[in-house]
Nanobody, 121 residues
Framework: QVQLVESGGGLVQAGGSLKLSCVASGRTFSVYAMAWFRQGPGKEREFVAAISWTGSIIKYADSVKGRFTISRDNAKNTVTLQMNNLNAEDTAVYYC??????????????WGQGTQVTVSS
């Protein structure tokens, strides 16, 4: 089992930045691919970014490319999502997820409880 706890959400003005963090506990963090998903109001959950267990492979949704950066620190069991130039469309609950293999659909084995990001225009 892997437990995931997100933090760093909040209210930010359009054009601003936020950094989300996800701390993992339980089984060995370094063997899992990690990802961020989000679910906006009235929308389905969507893929945002993913990173392989080595950090050598990274994928982003087209909607966040060039604005968001995913990274991980296996020594600290942490994955982060730096979000810059935020806009109202980024308003959502953001979820951290872990899986034995990196993928861009939501078939991840473990999920955090989510953290709310609200962007005011």
């Amino acid at each position: 089992q892997v437990q995931l706890v997100e933090s760093g959400g909040g209210l930010v003005q359009a054009g601003g930045s936020l950094k989300l963090s996800c701390v993992a506990s339980g089984r060995t963090f370094s063997v899992y691919a990690m990802a961020w998903f989000r679910q906006g109001p009235g929308k389905e959950r969507e893929f945002v970014a993913a990173i392989s267990w080595t950090g050598s492979i990274i994928k982003y949704a087209d909607s966040v490319k060039g604005r968001f950066t995913i990274s991980r620190d296996n020594a600290k069991n942490t994955v982060t999502l730096q979000m810059n130039n935020l806009n109202a469309e980024d308003t959502a609950v953001y979820y951290c997820a872990a899986n034995s293999h990196m993928r861009t659909d939501d078939q991840y084995d473990y999920w955090g409880q989510g953290t709310q990001v609200t962007v005011s225009s």
